[in-house]
């Protein structure tokens, strides 16, 4: 049977461990393990404008009987942003691939398998990293949440414009805005909810999801709104050669239904497409029972771990 959660109040992290991995450039990765020593590994990329604390529903759960392993991309959270000599290579998928390969040496031993679960961002780091050996070396298998490989600004539903060169266009200049977002007020969680989250969605989770969005560096959030708008992962998807699970909200316009569609299509081991009704982008605060339930059932497929291991 799986265990009961930790009572961890909704939003909170439970007590972890910190570390830092140091990446390929210099660049320095907070990261935080959750769950005792030995347990099964899950490993948690959060995505653009987010931090560790946008899985603490996953951790506070998956901390009973796994070791949870979540890092701060750069730029986003205690991971500071490129220095100014970094230029693009400071910003780029190669990039990411090298900081999640800094954090797997840091946290996990030599073969030891884990689940990956990458949510927007965190899911094209997979991507970028499906290729390298450290990822082939670790990964027993994936879930991509909210996620995508290319035209993402393109297919993009934040403006409410028929497809096209001006909805495009006008999509780039809001994702790129360099407007500072200031503190979180009524009207920003309005407008949060409106791009990012499902209608429905319960005000504490979208005040939740505002403080940890309006506390990324705007240096931060212009630089990799530059790269998400020219990523092309179409060739890391048929990298993705482990069971991999699909997860989107069918209200996401961030990263479409039509992004994930694809992604399973293109996917060489596809272990299923879930969409999520009326759930928008943000969904592991939006959904977090059912993408809790989706990394438990590939590490009871594939780590041998909960109530379908024999």
């Excluded at 506390?215 to 890391?236: F, I, K, M, Q, T």
Aim: net charge positive; hydrophobic share 45%.
């Amino acid at each position: 049977m799986t265990p009961t959660p930790p009572a961890t109040p909704p939003g909170r992290l439970p007590p972890g461990r910190e570390l830092t991995a140091v990446s390929a450039d210099g660049s320095r990765i907070h990261a935080e393990v959750f769950g005792a020593e030995g347990r099964p590994a899950v490993v948690l990329a959060h995505g653009w404008t987010c931090s560790i604390r946008f899985w603490a529903a996953q951790i506070a759960d998956l901390a009973a009987d796994h070791r949870v392993i979540a890092y701060d991309q750069r730029g986003h959270g205690r991971t500071a942003v490129p220095g100014r000599g970094a230029g693009r290579d400071g910003y780029s998928t190669e990039a990411l691939a090298d900081d999640l390969e800094a954090v797997l040496a840091a946290t996990l031993e030599p073969g030891e398998q884990a689940v990956f679960a990458g949510h927007s961002m965190g899911g094209m780091t997979l991507m970028a990293a499906a290729r390298r050996s450290a990822f082939q070396q670790h990964a027993a298998a994936v879930l991509l949440c909210s996620t995508g490989s290319s035209r993402l600004v393109a297919e993009a539903l934040v403006v409410p414009l028929r497809a096209g060169r001006l909805r495009t266009r006008l999509t780039g200049l809001v994702l790129g805005a360099r407007a500072p977002l200031g503190p979180v007020t009524p009207l920003s969680e309005r407008i949060l909810r409106y791009g990012t989250m499902g209608p429905g969605t319960a005000p504490e989770r979208i005040t939740r999801c505002a403080r940890i969005v309006h506390a990324c560096p705007r240096a931060s959030r212009v630089a990799w709104s530059r790269v998400l708008g020219s990523l092309d992962l179409d060739a890391g998807v048929r990298e993705l050669r482990v069971p991999t699970a699909v997860l989107v909200g069918t209200a996401d316009r961030l990263t479409p239904p039509v992004q994930s569609r694809a992604l399973a299509a293109a996917l060489p081991d596809c272990a299923g497409l879930t969409e999520l009704p009326g759930t928008g982008h943000m969904t592991p605060v939006e959904a977090p029972e059912a993408v809790t339930a989706g990394i438990r059932a590939l590490a009871a497929a594939h780590l041998g771990t909960g109530e379908d291991a024999a």
